[in-house]
């Protein structure tokens, strides 16, 4: 049964998880404003909306103009009547070792995970002083604990997600119904690597076990009507705390498989991917493409699988780092 008609906009929302939240909220009744700078994709994923009975309009916006964020936040005020939560979910990745990745690259990861959450939240926030409430869902991942080699970039825009989120919640202390909510899974089924850059040289692949980008929907949704400031995907929260705690072993491990790992893999040329300009046509929801209508579920994480990965990896780390 449909619950109260939120009013949602969704930043990154042609693919991925952006995607994947967008329907979960159409199923809830929720009127949409769906962003991102692909039309074709939004577009999709606006007509699987509406064949659920919602209302969702499209808005092509690139997340690093700031002043066309404003436009865009300005309109989907007025096209909803007010916002109640805000889902800043658009992410790029650049894969590589730091010195191998032009530096424009880099920066082009920064400016759209990081500034353009910000620019998100700068459109967002005085709309919500005004209406007295309102949730911005800001997507991190597990990069803003644990940080991976051969992503410098995507590592320092999460790190610095999760430093913005907190001063944010401390700014707004006095205004209890505004929420920043962050949200942090494990890796997620979705078009993400086949957008990525990629400098290594190797194919990029998920590892087993990875969750489905509706399993992380379903978290972001129940934000709508419980916010809470931190929610971990796929693994326990003190457990990702504890990886954290070992990260600098942690680090220098992932850093010899990763170098192993390139130059087994398969072969493929270097690629700006999806930095400068968005994939062509609908990415669908999950890294198989998933655009004819989203009926196959993407695979199923196994938690036993992640616990005991996440629990060996952060053991062993604090157990070098003590002999360090």
């Not at 196994?302 to 157990?319: M, N, S």
Request: charged share 20%; glycine share 10%.
């Amino acid at each position: 049964m449909k619950r109260t008609n939120l009013r949602v906009v969704i930043t990154g929302a042609s693919s991925g998880i952006g995607a994947a939240t967008a329907i979960a909220f159409a199923r809830e009744g929720a009127s949409l404003v769906l962003g991102a700078r692909g039309q074709e994709g939004l577009e999709d994923v606006a007509r699987r909306c509406r064949k659920l009975g919602a209302d969702a309009e499209v808005r092509v916006v690139d997340v690093t103009d700031a002043d066309a964020v404003a436009a865009f936040a300005r309109e989907a005020n007025a096209l909803l009547g007010a916002i109640d939560l805000w889902f800043s979910d658009v992410g790029i990745g650049v894969v590589g070792k730091y010195a191998d990745v032009p530096l424009e690259d880099h920066r082009r990861v920064i400016e759209t995970n990081l500034i353009g959450h910000m620019n998100d939240a700068h459109a967002v926030l005085p709309i919500f002083l005004e209406q007295g409430r309102g949730t911005w869902v800001n997507m991190i991942s597990l990069g803003g604990y644990v940080t991976t080699p051969f992503s410098a970039a995507y590592a320092a825009s999460k790190f610095g997600l999760r430093g913005f989120a907190a001063a944010l919640r401390g700014e707004l202390s006095r205004h209890p119904d505004i929420h920043i909510c962050d949200v942090y899974p494990t890796f997620v089924d979705t078009p993400g690597f086949a957008h990525a850059a990629n400098y290594t040289g190797a194919r990029l692949s998920y590892p087993p076990g990875v969750l489905a980008p509706e399993k992380v929907a379903d978290a972001v949704v129940k934000l709508a009507y419980q916010p809470r400031a931190t929610t971990v995907i796929g693994m326990p929260s003190p457990l990702l705390k504890l990886m954290a705690l070992a990260n600098p072993v942690n680090a220098s491990l992932m850093n010899r498989f990763l170098e192993a790992w390139s130059k087994r893999a398969q072969r493929v040329p270097d690629t700006e991917g999806a930095l400068y300009a968005p994939a062509p046509g609908a990415s669908g929801v999950h890294s198989h493409g998933d655009t004819n209508g989203g009926a196959r579920p993407a695979r199923q994480a196994h938690p036993a699988l992640l616990l005991g990965v996440a629990v060996a990896a952060a053991a062993v780390g604090l157990q070098l780092f003590r002999k360090r």
